[in-house]
Structures are given as C-alpha cells and as structure tokens.
C-alpha cells in the first residue's frame, strides 16, 4: 500500500489555510539611491539592496564555475572542488 498519498492529502489540507491569508497591500517604490554617498556621512550598516546585489553577483559567479566545470568535464569531488576552488578566488 502507498502511504504518501494519505501524507500529501493530509500536507495539503494543513496548508490550504495559509494559502487563503490576503496579501500584504504593495509597498510604495522608494526612488533610486544616489549612486555615490557624500564622504563626510559613515556608512552604516548594509542595506538590502547591497545585499541582493551581492546574492546576485555570487549567484552569477556560481553560475560561471559551473559552466566551466562543465566544459571541462569534470565530475564527482573534482568538479566539487574545483567549483570552491573557483568560487574563493
């Protein structure tokens, strides 16, 4: 007998609610940030936008060791390893 229909009816029964709360109404957009800060103000501590912005650049430098593992062939714990490798430099 499969038991992970039962589990998967079950799942989703518990999460319908959840899927039924409203949304949050949209935020406002908040107009662009200067490109350079004034050098007389500290910088203070990183904002959100500095951080997707650096998940973007590790995500498209990821994507650019993978790509070169590929075309080298390598697999298993070289490509692992290269891949670190090529993410620490």
Do not use: W
Request: proline content about 11%; hydrophobic content about 45%; charged content about 15%.
């Amino acid at each position: 007998m499969r038991h992970y229909l039962p589990a998967t009816a079950v799942g989703l029964c518990c999460l319908m609610p959840l899927s039924m709360t409203p949304a949050a109404p949209p935020s406002v957009a908040q107009p662009a940030a200067p490109t350079k800060a004034p050098a007389t103000v500290p910088t203070s501590a990183p904002t959100s936008e500095s951080f997707a912005a650096a998940a973007a650049a590790r995500h498209a430098r990821r994507t650019a060791c993978i790509k070169e593992a590929k075309a080298k062939k390598l697999v298993g714990s070289n490509k692992n390893a290269y891949i670190k490798d090529c993410l620490a430099h």
